[in-house]
Antibody, heavy 120, light 110 residues
């Protein structure tokens, strides 16, 4: 059974940093692209970032480019999102999601999300 | 403002059929494949449809998808109270070079 479990959310200061983790199980992690999608309070889904299955290609939404960094540790089957220079508009539930391949541009499994609140 | 436009809400009675529309443009729906997701607040979103009209294993055939021009439609037949959720369309936008989603449609089964 495919499982994606996010962690690392919580309260962060504006201008601060937070690192999210996503522990994957039930599939060969390195064979799939992975991504992060967020949902701000009362808003819809917003794609944030993605990592190709090989780990060699990264992709970012303009809203986070230069501030967020996606990476993975295949030995731990874990995806990360390093978030720096946080802003109030980054407040959201962050979902980890799996994509069959990045060029397919859809996500077939999602985690339950972790809430990041950016506030002083 | 979402790149893809969905109605904020739709409703229908149990057992009935409902359709949810998703409107875009040539840089997204018009030239890329569409997916649909079901999301109950507090839970993991679920993929319902990919590649415009394909259902993942385990998704009942009550759910269907179609695309015509720059619009896509999700159809749900035999509505059940358990279908009450938010539904999102998604696709790639070739001009923006990113995945885009609709604003979401809240389905109420009366």
């Amino acid at each position: 059974e495919v499982q994606l479990v996010e962690s690392g959310g919580g309260l962060a200061q504006p201008g601060g940093s937070q690192r999210l983790s996503c522990a994957a199980s039930g599939f060969t992690f390195s064979n799939y692209a992975m991504g992060w999608v967020r949902q701000a309070p009362g808003k819809g889904l917003e794609w944030v970032s993605a990592l190709s299955g090989s780990g060699s290609n990264t992709y970012y939404a303009d809203s986070v480019k230069g501030r967020f960094s996606i990476s993975s540790d295949n030995s731990k089957n874990t995806l990360y999102l390093q978030m720096n220079s946080l802003r109030g508009e980054d407040t959201a539930v962050y979902y980890c999601a799996r994509a069959p391949a990045w060029h397919t541009h859809y996500f077939d499994y999602w985690g339950q999300g972790t809430l990041v609140t950016v506030s002083s | 403002q979402s790149v893809l436009t969905q109605p904020p809400s739709v409703s229908a009675a149990p057992g009935q059929k409902v359709t949810i529309s998703c409107s875009g443009g040539s840089s997204n729906i018009g030239n890329n494949l569409v997916s649909w997701y079901q999301h109950l607040p507090g839970t993991a979103p679920k993929l319902l449809i990919y590649d415009n009209n394909e259902r993942p294993s385990g998704i009942p055939d009550r759910f269907s998808g179609s695309r015509s021009g720059t619009s896509a439609t999700l159809g749900i037949t035999g509505l059940q109270t358990g279908d009450e959720a938010d539904y999102y369309c998604g696709t790639w936008d070739s001009s923006l070079s990113r995945v885009v989603f609709g604003g979401g449609t809240k389905l109420t089964v009366l």
